[in-house]
């Protein structure tokens, strides 16, 4: 009898060991796993999923039935599509973002679709990532549904998900499989996530950098982000701590931050403290920047000292001559075109002197 208990006890344990080790194995898979991922501004979204071939059979309203079912396995009732095979197909965002115009937190979701016959879909994210496929999928943990038109693609024999569209905020997560097309919009706000990343460093070692100021500045400034709180940055790296350093670039910065702000006046008299330190091709910026505003008598000082720092280069005298055509001296203007001309001038800068002088009814 004791021998009779033995040998099964030995059995179970080959055979529990043999199931073990089996378990462990790294085999391939039918439907082979794969990760897409795209950076939008300074998020990423990534999608996991593994992909399914079309193999000859009828894909939509059989292999993958329309509406919701009960697939029966597990523990829903009513579940949808899994969008692709074997585990959860999951999508992850870095930062908070918006699927098809609706909030959604950072993190990883399941990703759904229910679909339909009538040519859309339900696009379900689902706060259960770690399921198997839609098994065991729970309404209650849904994060965000959002209705979608599919569309018509070219045929995809392997389930695969492509990103297009990529704008610098947003991007289209597309899921196409077969002749069909699910289209996601994806978008971040990626001047605040910026600006928010901005504020949080600048309590560190990074707000000892100058350079990080006129950074945050300039990006603020050119991204719709608060004009006050950009100039408090710029006057930082200005005059603001130990390694603030007064130079052409962050002058200019706070040129147009003043300027942005209807404080033309302060602008411009701080373009006159810039142009000091300005190089041949600040100087030619600031000009073009002063005509901008129609401040020509600016503009005027800025190109003559430029063409006097600079006798032998043909752009400035190009760019006096149009100074002097947008304030109707016609006159000046045909001389420092002829000027630019004159000087064997880029072909860019031959080009736009000759343009003018055309207009000017010269040639």
Excluded at 11 to 30: D, H, I, K, W
Excluded at 159 to 168: D, G, K, Q, S
Aim: proline share 3%; aromatic share 10%; charged share 20%.
């Amino acid at each position: 009898m004791k021998n009779n208990k033995l040998i099964t006890f030995c059995t179970l344990l080959v055979l529990t060991f043999s199931f073990s080790a089996f378990a462990q194995l790294n085999t391939p898979r039918g439907s082979q796993q794969a990760t897409i991922s795209q950076r939008i501004g300074v998020s990423d979204v990534s999608i996991t999923y593994s992909r399914p071939s079309v193999n000859g059979r009828k894909v939509w309203g059989e292999l993958v039935p329309y509406g919701m079912n009960n697939l029966g396995f597990g523990t829903s009732i009513a579940a949808p599509w899994r969008a692709g095979a074997n585990e959860n197909t999951t999508i992850t965002f870095t930062h908070n973002a918006k699927v098809e115009g609706k909030p959604i937190k950072a993190g990883t979701y399941g990703l759904h679709f229910e679909v339909k016959a009538d040519d859309t879909a339900t696009l379900i994210l689902s706060n259960d990532s770690e399921a198997w496929g839609s098994y065991f999928y729970d309404k209650s943990k849904d994060a965000l549904r959002a209705e979608i038109k599919t569309i018509t693609v070219p045929h995809h024999e392997l389930l695969t998900f492509e990103f297009n569209n990529v704008a610098a905020n947003s991007a289209t997560a597309t899921l196409a499989w077969e002749k069909k097309g699910f289209p996601i919009n994806v978008s971040f706000d990626v001047t605040d996530i910026v600006l928010n990343d901005f504020r949080a460093k600048f309590k560190g070692q990074d707000g000892f950098q100058r350079q990080n100021w006129e950074q945050a500045a300039r990006f603020s400034l050119g991204n719709g982000g608060d004009l006050n709180e950009a100039l408090k940055w710029i006057d930082g790296a200005i005059a603001g701590n130990f390694y603030s350093q007064k130079t052409f670039n962050n002058l200019a910065i706070k040129g147009q931050i003043l300027n942005k702000l209807g404080r033309t006046d302060e602008y411009a008299a701080l373009m006159d403290e810039a142009s000091a330190m300005a190089n041949t091709n600040q100087l030619n910026t600031l000009g073009y920047q002063m005509m901008g505003i129609k401040d020509f008598n600016r503009a005027l000082k800025y190109f003559k000292l430029n063409v006097e720092n600079n006798p032998k280069n043909a752009n400035v005298y190009d760019s006096l001559g149009e100074c002097y055509k947008n304030m109707g001296d016609k006159k000046n203007a045909i001389k420092n075109f002829k000027k630019s001309l004159s000087l064997n001038p880029p072909a860019n800068v031959k080009a736009n002197s000759e343009k003018h002088l055309k207009e000017l009814g010269v040639i």
